[in-house]
Nanobody, 124 residues
């Protein structure tokens, strides 16, 4: 069993920053690939950034240069540092994990485990 719990969402003004956290539990072999995904109202969920157990990170073009994904050495926590936030970044952000050792990237939607999400609201 893998449990994921996000925190750190909130409301900030455009140009501000937020740091999201995801507390992860369960066998690490079931979460070789971890990532952050987001969903806007009326839109499908999309990948933001992913990171492997070896700390290889991949970012979606929409946030490249503004967000940074990271994790602690024990893989107990996943983070997403979000800078220069824009109103279009507003939405529900989810922590996800996958056990496969094949390609790990935000284009993947077939993650095995998902958190409940944390809401991010950016005002202009």
């Amino acid at each position: 069993q893998v449990d994921l719990a996000e925190s750190g969402g909130g409301s900030v003004q455009a140009g501000g920053s937020l740091r999201l956290s995801c507390a992860a539990s369960g066998p690490t072999w079931k979460r070789h690939c971890m990532g952050w995904y987001r969903q806007f109202p009326g839109k499908e969920r999309e990948g933001v950034a992913t990171i492997t157990s070896g700390n290889t990170a991949v970012y979606a073009n929409s946030i490249k240069g503004r967000f940074t994904i990271s994790q602690d050495s024990a893989q107990n926590y996943l983070y997403l540092q979000m800078n220069t936030l824009k109103p279009e970044d507003s939405g529900m952000y989810y922590c996800a994990a996958r056990g496969g050792t094949d390609y790990c990237g935000p284009i993947r939607s077939d993650m095995d485990f998902w958190g409940k999400g944390t809401l991010v609201t950016i005002s202009s």
